[in-house]
């Protein structure tokens, strides 16, 4: 990945680790841009024929995740669906993907009462994840771990980490807004791309404190890329170093209320 240089179809994705049995596989986004529609990302890791997809998105980009999964895998052999949070473009295409696919449900115990409001009642397949996070277990022996992402920015919040790819997904941690025409898959400038995300960090976030919290956390893992639900994937050593470094430092939500209570 390193000196990555390559045209890439922002409609069908791309795979972004691959070591041929494992890949971790960005799905692509709408071919057009629709003025007032936040853009997403979705991710999907392909493990000896068993997928995880991660933040599988809303209604409305159901029909392009399903056609551009069906490209890796059957839509039967989608083992697990994980939900960083409950956030509609996260998670409000989550009947949908109960009704294609076999798999069970992984979010936040916090929001399992929630779902009733996306059309779920049978909560036979729902994993409700407690604070600590876990792992979910593949049938090869390969796992993913979960950590808790708490009030970054959900209250219940959760990241999963691939050891195998060295991948670290961070639902909204790492979004960046781009401006209309100027979209790109990885992230190359990072000076450039920081100004992009620095705006919904500093609004979202619950508080430097809790970053620090997460920030500890996560440096202890061998990180080769973050793959965010919203922007560009980092996947420069340096530029990893450097957004945890921005992030430990950034005064966010409650450290700058007195900007919203004026």
């Known amino acids: 990945m390193a000196g990555l240089a ?3 179809d922002i409609v069908r994705g791309d795979v972004i680790y691959d070591d041929g049995t494992h890949k971790f596989i960005w799905l ?3 071919e057009h841009e629709e003025e007032g529609l936040v853009q997403v990302n979705q991710y999907l890791i392909e493990n000896k024929n068993v997928g995880v997809i991660l933040d599988p998105g809303g209604v409305h980009v159901f029909p392009r ?3 551009n999964v069906s490209r890796y895998v059957d839509l039967d052999r989608i083992q697990h669906l994980f939900f960083s949070h409950q956030d509609p473009d996260v998670s409000s295409g989550v009947a949908l993907w109960l009704s294609v696919t076999p798999a069970k449900v992984y979010i936040s115990k916090w ?3 929630f779902l009733p409001h996306y ?3 049978d909560m036979a397949r729902i994993v409700p994840l407690e604070e600590g996070g876990g792992r979910i277990q593949l049938p090869s022996g390969d796992y993913l771990e979960i950590i808790p992402a708490h009030f970054l920015h959900s209250v219940a919040n959760f990241h999963v980490y691939d050891p195998r790819s060295k991948t670290l997904f961070t639902g909204d941690l790492g979004a960046a807004i781009f ?3 100027q979209r790109y898959a990885y992230v190359e400038d ?3 791309h920081l100004k992009l995300m620095e705006g919904f960090h500093r609004r979202y976030l619950a508080s430097n404190s809790v970053v620090r919290k997460y920030i500890e956390k996560v440096r202890r893992l061998e990180i080769e890329r973050i793959a965010p639900q919203h922007g560009a994937i980092i996947y420069k050593k340096e530029h990893i ?3 945890f470094n921005w992030l430990e430092n950034l005064k966010c939500g409650v450290d700058i209320a007195d900007e919203f209570y004026r």
Do not use: L
């Open 190 to 192: 990072f000076d450039s």
């Open 241 to 243: 170093h450097r957004f």
């Open 65 to 67: 995740v399903v056609a």
């Open 179 to 181: 401006p209309k025409g």
């Open 111 to 113: 929001w399992v009462r």
């Open 28 to 30: 692509g986004w709408e």
């Open 6 to 8: 390559k045209e890439v």
């Open 119 to 121: 059309g779920i009642f």
